[in-house]
């Protein structure tokens, strides 16, 4: 059965990644993003293969602008069967004693408060429905603390406490919670990280095969097809030569 399903920070990376694979998979889309320009790309592109896309211009930062988002979403549309909290950013490698207080806020303010949000206004009417599936993007990040991590550590380990809890508060309900945790992705993540220095974010993937958006939204369509049963709770997907957050070997 085609799913609706709402993507956000979907004009970049992982995101766009799941727009593209959830449109292959033949569902209907809601992409937010910031970029309204890129969005207005993308859907273009999307519907030209069938999708049905309705595009949204908010920072998931903005809570004002995300309720009155989705509020004005066209009725058959607020149905969403499939939330993919999936905006988010790393700024900076810094030691935490050396780190920038308004990076620190950017970070903890998109990975966990904007998450909240778009959890808090989204779910509700999942329980009432008693459908729904959120897929947070987790990261492996948050499994343990890796040098300079510290604050973006921190915000994923959130995403995994608040995961678990969702996933506990709605036990009683057919919803279903999953948490991406992906490790050595080749986005635009470690340009943004970096602040655009793009050699020392490319210097982060040589040596090695790091994992694609592509390889991060096949698992999100598996989980978001899986039988009504299953509830694939976590994924850690690594690239081969990386064994965790820290240990990555270069050849
Ligand atoms: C992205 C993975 O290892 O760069 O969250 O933090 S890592």
Not at 144 to 150: D, K, L
Not at 188 to 215: M, V
Request: net charge neutral; charged share 25%; with cysteine.
């Amino acid at each position: 059965m085609k799913k609706i399903v709402l993507i956000t920070g979907a004009t970049s990376g992982i995101g766009l990644a799941c727009a593209k694979k959830f449109a292959e998979n033949g569902d209907r889309l809601i992409l937010t993003g910031r970029n309204e320009e890129r969005l207005s790309e993308i859907r273009k592109e999307l519907t030209a293969k069938g999708t049905e896309v309705i595009t949204l211009v908010f920072d998931v930062r903005d809570r004002e602008k995300a309720k009155k988002n989705l509020n004005e979403l066209p009725q058959e549309w607020k149905v969403i069967d499939v939330l993919v909290n999936n905006a988010g950013l790393a700024l900076g490698l810094e030691p935490e004693y050396e780190g920038c207080l308004d990076e620190w806020e950017t970070m903890i303010d998109t990975n966990i408060k904007g998450l909240l949000t778009m959890t808090r206004l989204i779910v509700p009417g999942m329980v009432e429905r008693n459908r729904g599936h959120i897929i947070n993007v987790g990261s492996v990040a948050g499994d343990a603390a890796y040098a300079g991590g510290n604050v973006y550590c921190a915000t994923k380990a959130a995403v995994k406490a608040l995961s678990d809890g969702l996933r506990i508060d709605v036990a009683n309900t057919a919803i279903r919670v999953t948490n991406l945790k992906p490790g050595l992705v080749e986005t635009n993540f470690s340009n943004i990280r970096f602040h655009g220095d793009y050699e020392r974010a490319a210097s982060l993937y040589k040596g090695i095969k790091p994992l694609t958006g592509d390889d991060i939204a096949d698992v999100a369509v598996y989980a978001a097809n899986a039988p009504e049963h299953v509830q694939i709770a976590e994924v850690l997907i690594l690239a081969t030569h990386q064994a965790s957050g820290s240990v990555i070997v270069r050849k």
